[in-house]
């Protein structure tokens, strides 16, 4: 890069930084810079290229610290330590950074054709690897969609930055670690003692799968273990035959919804609040897929947000959240070491960026969102529960 671009760069990011990009204009870029007006045009097509410019160089040199700091790193659990404690570091170094990809870019549409939403893949696809490491090493579940865990991992980061850098609750992200890690991490471990149903759980579910695609008739006992990985020969031991593993579907099904209906209309437990809470939130905004929008891009992402009387309804809202994990710490149904702030970032986070994906990054892909909301739902359930009391809604 030539030092004129450099310079150009460097003035345009602290004056975005001080005014944001709408009071910031060309001339006061090439003011600061020292040069003329022309010959920043020279190098950037418009004063948006040039506030994209200036993030993907900070983005750049972000990735490139992410990938050196993992060598020699070699067990899933500490490079994804790792990846969030740098992550974090770097965000709480360089604010003005952060503030401009959160409250200037994210924000625009047309940044995420630029080369710094490439960026931002190839960041997350090194934390994706991480967590398909950890299945592999048999360290980490392999029952997890790990998309929801990126976008749970990722949101958290950005709301952290935004408990720094807009509410200034925290001083700094990084103080933080350790709650955040306290959290993911039993969402990611395989438990000590895996139960002998989990085989018989999985077997139903393939089955389940099955027979919705090709119909009772059609389906065979075989494609059903092939789909599980298992013996033909290894089905019969939980199931009498293929009438029996059908009919086995409903009897687990009801079985379920059975078990919570006493609490369906009339919730005492922390953990069913916080699950039907979490499902509630996710009900509000699909319901109306303009209001979300303009919530994720033009709302969420604007720094004057976070100061007005809409943002102190919203943390009236939020406050619901707290009052059900301290109901949940005080039974004891949750962890007592749960940062709740945390917590409250790790959700708001997860939901703003699988919102983000289904509605704009990737909007032609049919995902399930039903199935993932009830995915998330688990995970962060899992995240706070002692294990003292039943996840199903």
Sequence with gaps: MSETKNKILEAAEELVFEKGIADTTITAVAGKAGVADSLVYQHFKSKEDLLFSVTIQRMTEAIGLAKESLQGIQDAESRLRKMIWQSLKYNDRHPGYVRT????CRSNKSFYTTRGHEIMREHSNLVMD????????????????FRLVRDIIYGTLDFESISTIA????PESIQDFDDIISLLLPMLRKTEHEKENDKESKI????????????????????????VQVAEGSIYDYFKNKEDLLLSI?????????DALPETFHIKSPLRKLRRLIKYHFGLYLTNRNFLKVFLLDVQLNKRFYGSKAFDLFQTYLKTFEDIIAEGKASGSFRADINTRVFRNMFLGAFSHMALRWLIIDKENKYDKLNEIEHLTDLLSSAVSTGSCEQSL
């Design 101 to 104: 990809l959160l409250f200037e």
């Design 250 to 258: 409903p009897l687990k099904r009801f079985k379920n919804h059975i």
């Design 204 to 227: 139903l579910e393939a089955a389940e799968a099955i027979f919705a695609e090709k119909g009772f008739t059609k389906a065979t006992v075989l494609e059903i273990a092939r789909s």
């Design 167 to 170: 509410i200034r609750e925290i």
């Design 130 to 145: 991480i967590l398909k490491q950890g299945v592999r090493d048999s360290v980490f579940r392999d029952d997890i969609d």
